[in-house]
């Protein structure tokens, strides 16, 4: 089976950084994805993470160790509009199931 | 934009009447997806089809729900009965998985806006 943990909750100041971890238990999966919702809104794709290391885009990067079986997403220089629900997701590599989401983390931004 | 259309976006019924809830997904997508969302919960998948094949609805109640693919345009999911338990957004989802090899390679999901369910 699969899970994944995700802190429910984070709260960070508008410009700072914030790093939102996820730790899974995993029989074995193809990648590390992570999707943002906002209230009201559809989750939308952010990154995906194939290998261990390290990928950037813009603000976000996103991390993934498979032997800590741990990543993460990390915003800088966040912005009110990153309030939002960021979610981490796996695509096991057994049998048929698709995507497997956390139960996500609500990140509060605050002036 | 592509993007994948649900519809209703809004749904209130009364306890035991049928809900049909509507989704086209995105044009040359293969896989369409059905989540449930709920605060306690979270994303919870309830369908899967690939080719307009269903290929996983364990986490469908069976005795109540129904996911079909008429066509590759059209992907539609039922509840019948509806009971207030049943009060949810439900998201409709398409992507494009890739078969044999590459399946490593990222695909992801397109989601419609939902549709938020309630039931009285």
């Known amino acids: 089976g699969q899970s994944l943990e995700q802190p429910s909750e984070v709260t960070a100041v508008e410009g700072a950084i914030v790093q939102i971890n996820c730790t899974y238990q995993?029989?074995?999966?193809?990648?590390l994805s992570w999707y943002q919702q906002h209230d009201g809104g559809a989750p939308t794709f952010l990154s995906y993470?194939?290998?261990?290391g390290l990928e950037e885009t813009g603000r976000f990067s996103s991390f993934l160790s498979r032997s800590d079986s741990y990543g993460y997403l990390l915003l800088q220089e966040l912005q009110m509009k990153d309030s939002a629900s960021y979610f981490c997701?796996?695509?096991?590599?057994?049998?048929?199931?698709?995507?497997?989401f956390g139960k996500g983390t609500r990140l509060s931004v605050i002036a | 934009d592509a993007r994948v259309t649900q519809t209703p976006r809004h749904k209130v019924t009364e306890m035991g009447q049928e809900v049909t809830m509507r989704c086209q997904p995105i044009?040359?997508?293969?896989?369409v997806f059905w989540y449930r969302q709920t605060m306690m919960q979270g994303l919870e998948l309830l369908a899967y089809?690939?080719?307009?094949?269903?290929?996983?609805d364990s986490g469908m109640p069976k005795d109540r729900f129904s996911a079909e693919m008429p066509d590759a345009t059209l992907a539609t999911l039922k509840i019948q009965p509806s009971e207030p338990r049943d009060s949810a957004v439900y998201f409709c989802?398409?992507?494009?998985?890739?078969?044999?090899?590459?399946?490593?390679?990222?695909?992801?999901?397109?989601f419609g806006n939902g549709t938020r369910l309630t039931v009285t």
């Open positions: 989802a398409s992507g494009l998985t890739p078969l044999g090899r590459g399946r490593s390679s990222n695909s992801p999901l397109h």
């Open positions: 995993t029989s074995g999966f193809y990648g």
């Open positions: 993470n194939a290998l261990d």
């Open positions: 997701a796996v695509r096991p590599n057994s049998g048929n199931t698709p995507l497997v």
């Open positions: 044009l040359g997508h293969n896989t």
């Open positions: 089809f690939r080719n307009r094949a269903p290929l996983d």
